[in-house]
T-cell receptor, first 116, second 115 residues
Framework: QQQVKQSPQSLIVQKGGISIINCAYE??????FPWYQQFPGKGPALLIA?????SEKKEGRFTISFNKSAKQFSLHIMDSQPGDSATYFC???????????????FGRGTQLTVWP | NAGVTQTPKFRILKIGQSMTLQCTQD?????MYWYRQDPGMGLKLIYY???????DKGEVPNGYNVSRSTTEDFPLRLELAAPSQTSVYFC??????????????FGNGTRLTVT
């Protein structure tokens, strides 16, 4: 069962456009929502993250919008550039009481291509 | 500033062979993880460790084993390789128990093909 559902699977955007990737979850115990960026041949790297008590977080051209009531969050990339072409993963983290491990669940990924 | 180092980068195994994927980190992180990444499926947790001598299963542990004799190293062992283990394997580490203020640091992966 996929804990975090991500869409679309692939996205093609023209340079300068806005890229939007959406994620949804069911478990209200999730307490941290990071986004990872992965370039070919590399491991994922943390891009930006948000906590559920915040509705929006912006870092440069990257913005997370968070809708707690709808259990959805999205990544917006403004002024998309060819260098943004990568695979993006949303994730949700939970720290279970009685466990020594915080668990992180990943979406299936979105392959973004930005055409020049 | 090496971070998380994985070796080898690529490997082809025949069905039934065994191998060890190596992972080492130089950040003195307590928590280490092994994930597998299959196309269109995201990352699935195989095994994790909260410190030297302590390991536990993740979501997809069958067919794999791990050990953690030092803080730095966290090798993943495949016994009797099967085609279903064809995947890209990522090792990751972090300092604290939670993910808030303690992000995961990934290696660059090992691409394994079992034929």
């Amino acid at each position: 069962q996929q804990q975090v559902k991500q869409s679309p699977q692939s996205l093609i955007v023209q340079k300068g456009g806005i890229s939007i990737i959406n994620c949804a979850y069911e478990n209200t115990a999730f307490d941290y929502f990071p986004w990872y960026q992965q370039f070919p041949g590399k491991g994922p790297a943390l891009l930006i993250a948000i906590r559920p008590d915040v509705s929006e977080k912006k870092e440069g051209r990257f913005t997370i919008s968070f809708n707690k009531s709808a259990k959805q969050f999205s990544l917006h990339i403004m002024d998309s550039q060819p260098g943004d072409s990568a695979t993006y993963f949303c994730a949700a983290a939970i720290f279970s009481r009685g466990s020594t491990l915080g668990r992180l669940y990943f979406g299936r990924g979105t392959q973004l291509t930005v055409w020049p | 500033n090496a971070g998380v180092t994985q070796t080898p980068k690529f490997r082809i195994l025949k069905i039934g062979q065994s191998m060890t994927l190596q992972c080492t980190q130089d950040m003195n992180h307590n928590y280490m993880y092994w994930y597998r990444q299959d196309p269109g499926m995201g990352l699935k947790l195989i095994y994790y460790s909260v410190g030297a001598g302590i390991t536990d299963k993740g979501e997809v542990p069958n067919g794999y084993n791990v050990s953690r004799s030092t803080t730095e190293d966290f090798p993943l062992r495949l016994e009797l390789a099967a085609p279903s283990q064809t995947s890209v394997y990522f090792c990751a580490s972090k300092q604290g128990a939670t993910f808030i203020n303690s992000p995961l640091h990934f290696g660059n992966g090992t691409r394994l093909t079992v034929t």
